[in-house]
C-alpha cells in the first residue's frame, strides 16, 4: 500500500524567511497530493493541493511542486508570518474502485521565530 | 452548513468498557474516514468508506470496528478498549478521495 514520508518532523524558520517541507510517497499511481494545515484543537485544513498531470502551483505565500519520476512534492511557504505556525501535513490518494484512501505523512510542526 | 460533525469531544473510558464515536457530515459526501492522532504518529488511517454500504481496513483498523449507517453518517466503535487506544479520533469526508477532505472538530478519548 501506499506510504508517504514528510521531512523534517519540526522546523523553526525567523519570520520572513521561506519555509520548505518535503514529502516522498510509494505509489506510482497516486495522483492527488494535497498539503493540510492543522491549528492548535483543530481538525487539519487544506491549503493547497496539486494533481499528478501539474507540476508546481502557487496560491499567493504558498506553492507545491510535484517530481513525478522521483515520487516526491514539496511545500514552499516565502514571507512567512506568526500565523503560519502550525502542524503541517502531506497526504497522497487515488481512486481506483473502492481504492479511496488518503494517506498522510506524519505531519511537520512549524515554528515561526519573531 | 455545520460540515463534518463528531461526538463526543472528549472522553474517559475504563479498560475494557466500549464505546461508539459518531460522526456525521451534511456535504453529501460519497467518501468518510476515520484517523487516530498520536504525538509523532502523524494521521493514521483507521477505516474508510467509499460510498454507502461499503467499508475498508486502512493502516490500523485492529480493535476497530466501523459502520456507514447512511451517507451522512459513519461510526467508529471500540468493543473493548485498551489504554493502547487513547488517542485524538477525527472524522472526515471527501466527494472521492481525490478531493479536499473536511475534517471534524475531532474527539479526545482516554482509556485508563
Known amino acids: 500500500g501506499e506510504n508517504v514520508e514528510q521531512h523534517p518532523s519540526t522546523l523553526s524558520v525567523q519570520e520572513g524567511d521561506s519555509a520548505v517541507i518535503k514529502c516522498t510517497y510509494s505509489?506510482?499511481?497516486?495522483?492527488?497530493f494535497p498539503w493540510y494545515k492543522q491549528e492548535l484543537g483543530k481538525g487539519p485544513q487544506l491549503i493547497i493541493d496539486?494533481?499528478?498531470?501539474?507540476g508546481e502551483k502557487k496560491d499567493q505565500r504558498i506553492a507545491v511542486t510535484l517530481n513525478k519520476t522521483a515520487k516526491h512534492f514539496s511545500l514552499h511557504i516565502t514571507e512567512t508570518q506568526p500565523e503560519d505556525s502550525a502542524v503541517y501535513f502531506c497526504?497522497?490518494?487515488?481512486?481506483?474502485?473502492?481504492?479511496?484512501?488518503?494517506?498522510f505523512g506524519k505531519g511537520t510542526r512549524l515554528h515561526i521565530l519573531p | 452548513n455545520a460540515g463534518v460533525t463528531q461526538t463526543p469531544k472528549f472522553q474517559v473510558l475504563k479498560t475494557g468498557q466500549s464505546m461508539t464515536l459518531q460522526c456525521a457530515q451534511d456535504?453529501?459526501?460519497?467518501?468518510m474516514y476515520w484517523y487516530r492522532q498520536d504525538p509523532g504518529m502523524g494521521l493514521r488511517l483507521i477505516y474508510y468508506?467509499?460510498?454507502?454500504?461499503?467499508?475498508d481496513k486502512g493502516e490500523v483498523p485492529n480493535g476497530y470496528n466501523v459502520s456507514r449507517l447512511n451517507k451522512r453518517e459513519f461510526s467508529l466503535r471500540l468493543e473493548s478498549a485498551a489504554p493502547s487506544q487513547t488517542s485524538v479520533y477525527f472524522c472526515?469526508?471527501?466527494?472521492?478521495?481525490?478531493?479536499?477532505?473536511?475534517f471534524g472538530q475531532g474527539t479526545r478519548l482516554t482509556v485508563v
Open positions: 472526515a469526508s471527501s466527494e472521492q478521495s481525490v478531493t479536499e477532505a473536511f
Open positions: 505509489d506510482s499511481a497516486s495522483n492527488y
Open positions: 496539486i494533481r499528478s498531470n501539474v
Open positions: 497526504a497522497a490518494s487515488k481512486r481506483v474502485n473502492r481504492d479511496d484512501k488518503i494517506i
Open positions: 456535504m453529501n459526501h460519497n467518501s
Open positions: 468508506s467509499a460510498s454507502e454500504g461499503t467499508t
